[in-house]
């Protein structure tokens, strides 16, 4: 089993819709979690940084994490074409110098 | 600000052949830094790690190493490609402290032929 599961897609929708990524994790070790954002040749961005449990909400994205449950998303509202990526989720122990990551799910917003 | 720079950003080189990957950081001092491999449609693949000059961990046994001859900068090198060294290559840094998020650079795409 490996440590972050993170479905890849593809995922597929109209733009404006509210959309909703996920990551579900193994170990309750992790408390630092990070999403990032990947646009096709491009390096990672980091979009979200949160501690522990709650939410964070940045602009048209808010990032959630449920420790009890091991299960962290990251929803966008109003989806625009421009949102068309791929999103990693990633976290880390405490005093970790490593993240682990998921695969990436591939996102398309259709105008 | 901090910025990252990674370079060639495509690369193409014939099986056998040597490779060097350069990565810079600046803005910050004593940063960790990183590469790593992205195979397409894959996830992240961590190689290599270092923690300061001279300090390198690896992650994966392959045909490849790294060094870090000074403070912000990291090279990846091979000194024979294999075909299955092709793949999209990453350099990211993140503060010493643990748990800072890490900031990628833009990648190099290396195709071995």
């Known amino acids: 089993q490996k440590e972050v599961e993170q479905d890849p897609g593809p995922l597929s929708v109209p733009e404006g819709a509210i959309v909703s990524l996920n990551c579900t994790y193994s170990?309750?070790?992790?408390?630092?979690f990070m999403w990032y954002r990947q646009y096709s040749r491009k390096g990672p961005e980091l979009l979200m940084y949160?501690?522990?449990?709650g939410n964070k909400e940045d602009g048209r994205f808010t990032a959630q994490v449920d420790k009890s449950s091991k299960y962290i998303s990251l929803f966008i509202r109003d989806s625009q074409p421009s949102d068309s990526a791929t999103y990693l989720c990633a976290m880390s122990r405490q005093g970790a110098q490593k993240l682990v990551f998921g695969q990436g799910t591939r996102l398309t917003i259709n105008p | 600000s901090q910025t990252i720079h990674q370079w060639p950003a495509t690369l193409v080189q014939p099986v056998g052949s040597p490779l060097s990957l350069e990565c810079t950081v600046e803005g910050t001092s004593n940063p960790n830094l990183y590469w790593y491999r992205q195979a397409a449609g894959r996830g992240l693949q961590l190689l290599f790690y270092s923690v300061g000059i001279g300090q390198i961990s690896s992650e994966v046994p392959q045909n490849l190493s790294a060094s870090r001859p000074q403070d912000r900068q990291f090279i990846l090198s091979s000194k024979k490609l294999l075909l299955s060294d092709s793949g999209f290559y990453l350099c990211?840094?993140?503060?010493?402290?643990?748990?800072?998020?890490?900031?990628f650079g833009n990648g190099t795409r290396l195709t071995v032929t």
């Open positions: 949160t501690y522990s449990s």
């Open positions: 990211a840094w993140s503060l010493v402290a643990g748990n800072s998020p890490l900031h």
């Open positions: 170990n309750s070790a992790f408390q630092y």
